[in-house]
């Protein structure tokens, strides 16, 4: 098995990269984020399209030449330390078939974001690199907890996470060892088929989403199930499943996991024995902790669950 790669941890003083991959932001929404940087003893460098608007369908932040242009800077320029996502949308499959890795093989720093960043994540971790699954900057507007962003500065710094939770009524119990895959369910979903998509076997794989229909839900577990990830994987953990189906008929819809998601989630793995663990706070949540992706963690699920990597 290939031998996966974490970054250095950062000393006081480095530079983070911050970039928008995919959906526009305004400079507002990120002012609080950069600050915490600041804060923290880092310096944060603004991508050049950081704040650019190119509509096309969607509101992207930038071209996608644009886009790419910024990534790769952040990637390869040798005087950043991580690079750091202002939020996720859609738009970070333009850019895969365009990464350059050339001075980041040398350097590797860390990739920080979830939502749609879990393409990129994907393709650094087949390129053998380990990335972080946290908050964007753009979120830190809208009132993440401080702890969600303390413990990113955390792993940056070099300390592993480590978790406890109370169990869930759904878990299926069991330990388990192994390194750690996955992000937004439906980018996971997007990518299976193509060269970018995950690997499963043997792998723990996490899965977290937000304002999916319940049958846009079923659909893209039924897909993972027909692609035989199911078969491969040995643990899933289930993070936030927030504002799904209809929010007039959803008395769940603002709820950080909603029960209905989770019955659906729970069924359709019915017939599969690997251990499962719901209710990890991760995902489009107010209380998001980070996890590690190409992280081998051990995974304890009884009468309280533990993640450790």
Known sequence: MKKIIFPKALKKGAKIAVISPAGAVDASQLKKGIELIKSKGFEPVLGEHLYTKFSNGYNYAGTEKERIKDINWALNDKEIGAV?????????????QHLKLKNFTENPKWYIGYSDNTVIQSYLLKKGFASIHGQTIKTSSFGVTDESYNLIFDILKGKTPKYSLKSHPLNKKGNIEGELIGGNLA??????????????????LFIEDIGEN???????????ELAG???????????????????????EYESSFDGFAYKMISERISKYKFPTVFGFPNGHIKDNRPLLIGGTVKVKIDAKVKIEF
């Open 84 to 96: 750091w996502a202002s939020r996720g949308g859609y738009g970070c499959q333009h850019l895969i």
């Open 187 to 204: 980018l996971i979903y997007a990518l299976l088929g193509t060269k970018y998509s995950f690997d499963f076997k043997d792998k723990i």
């Open 214 to 224: 319940f049958y846009a839900l079923d659909r893209m577990m039924m897909s993972l």
């Open 229 to 251: 990830v199911f078969n491969k994987i040995k643990g899933l953990i289930v993070g936030g499943m927030t504002n799904m189906g209809d929010e007039k008929d959803n008395k």
